[in-house]
């Protein structure tokens, strides 16, 4: 405690030195916050765009559906997937923390029109909650509409013109249904969608999941149900959660999985997460240099000082640990105010976020653009940690220094 206190005494001694190493932590731990808190939103959108068409935060379907997804066998299927659905709302441990439950199918059909016909992939789920996730309906061209009613549907672009349809027209569809007969169906174009992406322009078409419940005989099932969650790093203890209540309820047949557990686009996401993790001490050291060469100057400046302490009694330790703790605290109050600072910038873009909508312009795929910074308070934690952390390696050097003068010699050398 008394070297604490002669430390937090010494800091003020040289108000200018002390302001100027207290800027340079506050400013790279600033840039520390607010990287982090973009890099995590950047990542964040990345996922979200990701899981939203395809997997999920927990992706919950039958175990032979899964084993066989590439397939989209229709004959594996959640069974009363509504009931299933309400049920996950309802968990006391996701309270809070659900976005969106989606019930969704998936289904490969031949379309026809007139005399021609060709394969596709049908996409089907509840249209208002599907708004939000495929976002398809952002891309409807001119003339059409997004899914309104019972029997309607979209098409891409390219699909349309090579069956040769327009808004309004009439479409065909023919598909294996969940009994392994033919499923049989019409449709009505209620809209055209162009993203730009041959695989979604020339083979997608969506409809309502009752339209496609009756097409494919699932009864009031359907293949998947997809949760988005308010946070997705959130995924892996609710996947956990939902499976516990899913084997609890005697549904043994169903698997919930974390998107974290599905695919390669995880492992590219951890990857990104551990280079900017690495990046992020960098920043830190870089401003903690100064803080080094504000301990130098120090112990030149006090060598009878740390002769005279030494000669009363004070221990190499003791000596080690006073330039030490003088050292940590001035990255620790740096950090505190840098880590201050990046939080109220965070969030603030939390609320506004950056929009990258022109930097995306010649890229049409559906997808949210906007970047939202995270404001977590852990981080603002682990911030300070690392500022006082980084401040006490960069002061070890300087320490050192004053620990190892003699007494006689530091007092004759002023």
């Avoid at 990542?43 to 175990?63: A, C, E, P």
């Avoid at 990857?271 to 130098?296: D, E, K, P, R, T």
Wanted: glycine share 10%; charged share 20%.
């Amino acid at each position: 405690m008394r070297t604490f206190g002669m430390a937090l005494r010494n800091i003020g001694r040289n108000k200018r030195r002390t302001a100027l190493a207290l800027t340079s932590v506050a400013i790279s731990i600033f840039l520390v916050m607010v990287l982090d808190g973009l890099m995590s939103g950047f990542l964040g959108s990345l996922v979200r765009n990701y899981t939203k068409n395809d997997t999920g935060h927990v992706n919950i379907t039958t175990s032979g559906y899964r084993a066989r997804e590439r397939f989209m066998p229709v004959d594996e299927l959640i069974e009363d997937s509504t009931a299933v659905a309400q049920a996950i709302r309802s968990l006391p441990e996701l309270q809070g923390r659900i976005k969106a439950v989606a019930e969704r199918a998936r289904f490969g059909v031949v379309l026809s029109s007139g005399s021609r016909s060709k394969a596709a992939l049908g996409v089907a789920g509840d249209p208002e909650t599907e708004r939000s996730l495929l976002m398809l309906d952002h891309s409807i061209l001119p003339g059409g509409r997004y899914l309104e009613r019972p029997g309607d549907a979209i098409v891409g672009e390219k699909l349309a013109k090579d069956l040769g349809l327009g808004v309004g027209n009439q479409l065909k569809v023919v598909t294996q249904r969940a009994d392994s007969g033919l499923g049989y169906k019409r449709f009505y174009i209620r809209g055209i969608f162009k993203t730009g992406v041959n695989a979604l322009d020339g083979s997608l078409f969506q409809v309502g999941i009752d339209d496609a419940r009756e097409l494919l005989g699932l009864g009031q099932g359907c293949q998947q149900i997809l949760v988005f969650l308010n946070d997705y790093r959130d995924a892996d203890r609710a996947a956990k959660a939902i499976a516990e209540s899913l084997a609890a309820s005697g549904s043994t047949k169903l698997s919930a999985a974390s998107w974290t557990e599905l695919g390669d686009f995880p492992r590219l996401i951890k990857m990104a997460s551990s280079v900017y993790n690495a990046i992020y001490v960098v920043v830190a050291f870089l401003g903690a240099f100064i803080i080094a060469n504000v301990m130098m100057m120090a112990v030149l400046e006090r060598r009878k000082e740390i002769g005279i302490l030494k000669s009363m009694g004070m221990s190499r330790l003791g000596v080690l640990s006073l330039f030490l703790v003088e050292g940590s605290a001035i990255g620790a109050i740096g950090s505190l105010l840098g880590s201050g600072l990046g939080l109220a910038f965070n969030a603030v873009f939390a609320k506004v976020g950056f929009d990258f909508s022109a930097a995306m312009a010649g890229f049409d795929w559906p997808m949210d653009n906007v970047v939202y910074t995270n404001v977590d308070i852990v981080s603002a934690i682990a911030a300070v940690i690392l500022g006082a952390a980084v401040a006490a390696v960069v002061s070890l050097a300087p320490a050192q220094n004053a620990a190892r003068l003699q007494p006689i010699e530091a007092i004759r050398s002023v």
